[in-house]
């Protein structure tokens, strides 16, 4: 069984639906015994539904690459960009 560390790496991945069958099941497993995970888990939700409505092409050049190197560091899980 996965830790609340190795859950909250997992997140982006599972959102993006990009994670492999067998992390999944890890994570999901986590998840039905984790409330604190299960709180994470939606907090990314919202986060990455802001974030998808909110990113647009009028968007600052700028801004959106500040925007977007968060969401990767994010999906790394914090482990650099």
Request: glycine content about 6%.
């Amino acid at each position: 069984m996965i830790d609340c560390r190795e859950a909250v790496r997992r997140m982006w991945p599972f959102l993006d639906r990009s994670l492999e069958p067998h992390p999944t099941e890890e994570l999901e497993t986590h998840l039905e015994t984790c409330k604190r995970c299960c709180g994470e888990l939606e907090f990314s939700r919202e986060v990455r539904g802001m974030v998808t409505t909110t990113i647009s092409p009028a968007m600052p050049d700028e801004l959106r690459e500040r925007v977007e190197r968060l969401l990767a560091t994010v999906r790394d899980g914090g482990q650099g960009r």
